[in-house]
């Protein structure tokens, strides 16, 4: 009915393909890893930033206080 041959998969001339639905899901993986850690760069510097405001705020307070009463 089917005669099959053996292929040896040890033979240099065989090269494995890579199908587009597997290129496509590791692309839209690494474009959703670059997503996701840019929005934490994004975040973390807007709390850093915040921070930063709030100090600067703070010391301008304990400034005026210093000023007014020494």
Known sequence: MN???RVDLNDPAIKP????AR?????????????????MVAW???I???IIEILQWSSACIKNVWTMFF
Not at 17 to 20: E, V, Y
Not at 25 to 35: E, G, P
């Open 17 to 20: 393909t890579r199908s587009r």
């Open 44 to 46: 973390l510097s807007f």
């Open 48 to 50: 850093g930033w915040g």
């Open 3 to 5: 005669d099959l041959q």
């Open 23 to 39: 290129t496509a899901s590791k692309v839209t993986a690494c474009l959703l890893i670059a997503l996701i850690v840019s929005a």
